[in-house]
Every structure is written in structure tokens, then in C-alpha cells.
């Protein structure tokens, strides 16, 4: 394996070998704390711009299979790892790791001590990184990882939503319009469990033109970046707000209709990407371990048009709002999953139940 780097912008450098295909790219360097998952992770759009830096230190053992991806492709645009094994034990598994790196062409390293790279980005916050296998001179890569734009500044929407709308394969009663900013294979699995049919329309789709479909309601999906950069998305989903259909944003959709109901939204330092996040809601005793991948966060102040329905425990971020005119206009920052029994998360339960 030749060597390779990774290195961010405040200089700090983390030699490894490389174990995907060769290549340069830039991102947003995040970390990611599932023991489990990595599959999910490389095929999730929220993880659209970023290097990801996954903190097990054995990835790739139980091996890659077609049921378990949330989208047809790979989203980060690098991979971080302490070891990688070319062998699984899986009766699931079809193929290896290391090619499915190969087919999706993916810059990869391994040999990275990932729990410090980790324990780095909690302290310093979430940064840009350039991770090569091309340029053995690390000195080059901290100048020029300097001047490289961050990903958060590029319009990543356009890069994983679908550019046309697309219909169910049968037509059902509720039928839900999905605003479609990276949807997951997994919600739309729990939705149409409960009796939905979605049609997925394109991220900059126009109000009037979502409501001409004559959805039971609208689900705003999860999606990457900063939901300050795309223009004219809030002003669209105002109109959606407008038009009396309940609404379940989720994720980047929980921003934006947070930002129409007049939150504000930050950056946070570092971000949630991990399955191991306590929420609460209000109101309730017990907590909630969620599954996240976000790097932005709302502010909502008093005289916002909605109140906050959950809180993170571990950094009292919100998680959760509802509009203050109507309980079927709400949304949250985690991703909903099926329980252990296999029953669709309660969030969509409620969701669904406003649209009979």
C-alpha cells in the first residue's frame, strides 16, 4: 500500500496508506462513532462534501450487500479508517470493502489513529482536510489545503437530489410529496410500511407546483450542507406552510422549516454523525438514543413562530420544534429508525396519522 495523508487546514498532518483508489480530494473532515454502519455512512447523501472519519478501529468485517445502502451511490468524498479487512463473515455480505471502494471510486486511508483525528475535531471544531494519495511531500499539502473553498460554500442539493419528480410505482391512499434534499432508502422503507405511497420531487421544486400534486402532506428530507447557502428554499417551504398540509421536516428539512418559522442556524462545533445521541422531548421522562449526521444547528428565539419539542442532553442543541399555529407542522434534527422490534419510528407514526 503506498502512503498517503490527510491533512487539515490548521496544519495538523496524519500519515497513513492508502486503501481505496488514488486520488486527492478536499471536504469538511468529520467524525462518525458507529461501531456499525459503515456502509449506511458511504451511501447516506447527508455525508455529500465531507471526509469521513470513521472511529472503530475494524471496519469492512461483516462486508457490503444491496439491502443495506440508503441510496444508489457514495456520498463522502474520502474515507478515514484505522484498519480496513479485505475478509467478512456475513451470510448477508456480497461483496468486500475494499471493492466496493473500487467500484464507487473512493479515496481511502487507513492506518489513521481516527479516536485522536477525533478527539482532535472535538476540540478545535469540524474543519476543511485534503487527503491524498498523490502528493508525499506534507508540507505542499498544508499550503494548499489552505486555499481550498469549503464544501459548505457549494451547492450540494443539486448534487443528490433527483432532477425530475418521481412517481410511486402504485398510487395509494395517503399519497405524501417528499421534498427530496438526499432522502434515505430507510424512511421511505418505514413510510410506505405505514400505508404511504411518495412521490419525490426535486429540492428547488416550486411550492404551487408540490401542492398541484394534492399530497395528504409534504416531508422536507434530510440532506447535506449548510442550509443557509441554498437560495430560495425557505421561501418555498413558507408557501408549503401556507398551503395547510401537515409537514415532517427531518434533518436538513428540519432547518429549513425551522428557518421559515423564523429560527435562526449555526454551525456547530463539532458536529452529531453517530448513532449515540440522547434526546429528550419535552414533557417526557424517558430519552431518546438517536442516529445523526448534521453539522448546522437551529437557534430559536422566543418570538420565533415555533417552540422547541426536544433538546440533545449531551450539548442541550435543538432537536426537535412544532409551529406554534398548528401541531402538524413539525420537524426534528435526528433521523427517525425502526425500533427493535421492527415498528416504524414514532415520529412518523404521528406524521402519518395527520394525514388520514
Do not use: W
Request: with cysteine; charged share 25%; proline share 7%.
Amino acid at each position: 500500500m503506498e502512503k498517503a495523508f490527510l491533512v487539515l487546514e490548521d496544519g495538523t498532518v496524519f500519515e497513513g496508506r492508502s486503501c481505496g483508489v488514488a486520488g486527492e480530494v478536499t471536504g469538511e473532515v468529520v467524525f462518525q462513532t458507529d461501531v456499525v454502519g459503515y456502509q449506511e455512512v458511504l451511501t447516506t447523501p447527508s455525508y455529500r462534501g465531507q471526509i469521513v472519519a470513521l472511529t472503530y478501529p475494524l471496519i469492512g468485517n461483516y462486508g457490503i450487500n444491496a439491502q443495506d445502502a440508503e441510496s444508489d451511490g457514495v456520498h463522502p468524498r474520502g474515507l478515514v479508517l484505522k484498519e480496513m479487512s479485505p475478509l467478512y463473515s456475513n451470510f448477508r455480505a456480497e461483496k468486500n470493502l475494499p471493492d466496493f471502494l473500487r467500484e464507487h471510486q473512493v479515496t481511502a486511508v487507513c492506518g489513521i489513529d481516527t479516536r485522536a483525528l477525533a478527539v482532535h475535531l472535538r476540540e478545535r471544531g469540524e474543519m476543511r482536510g485534503i487527503l491524498s494519495t498523490r502528493e508525499k511531500d506534507p508540507a505542499k499539502l498544508q499550503k494548499k489545503v489552505k486555499e481550498i473553498p469549503s464544501a459548505y460554500e457549494e451547492d450540494l442539493l443539486s448534487q443528490v437530489t433527483p432532477q425530475k419528480a418521481i412517481s410511486p410505482k402504485e398510487k395509494k391512499d395517503p399519497l405524501l410529496a417528499v421534498v427530496d434534499f438526499g432522502m434515505r432508502r430507510s424512511l421511505s422503507d418505514q413510510l410506505e410500511s405505514l400505508g404511504c405511497s411518495l412521490v419525490r420531487v426535486p429540492a428547488y421544486t416550486r411550492a404551487e407546483e408540490v401542492l398541484k400534486l394534492k399530497p395528504k402532506g409534504v416531508l422536507l428530507s434530510p440532506g447535506p450542507g449548510n442550509p443557509g447557502k441554498p437560495k430560495g428554499i425557505v421561501e418555498e417551504v413558507k408557501k408549503l406552510i401556507a398551503g395547510g398540509p401537515p409537514i415532517l421536516g427531518i434533518g436538513l428539512g428540519h432547518q429549513f422549516l425551522g428557518m421559515a418559522l423564523g429560527a435562526g442556524v449555526k454551525k456547530m462545533h463539532p458536529g452529531h454523525h453517530g448513532g449515540n445521541q440522547p434526546v429528550r422531548e419535552s414533557g417526557q421522562k424517558h430519552s431518546l438514543i438517536t442516529a445523526q449526521s448534521h453539522s448546522f444547528v437551529l437557534e430559536v428565539p422566543e418570538e420565533a413562530g415555533c417552540r422547541v419539542t426536544h433538546l440533545n442532553l449531551n450539548d442541550q442543541s435543538v432537536e426537535g420544534i412544532e409551529s406554534k399555529k398548528s401541531p402538524r407542522v413539525f420537524s426534528v434534527q435526528f433521523i427517525p429508525q425502526r425500533d427493535e422490534n421492527g415498528k416504524p419510528d414514532r415520529v412518523l407514526q404521528r406524521f402519518v396519522e395527520y394525514l388520514k
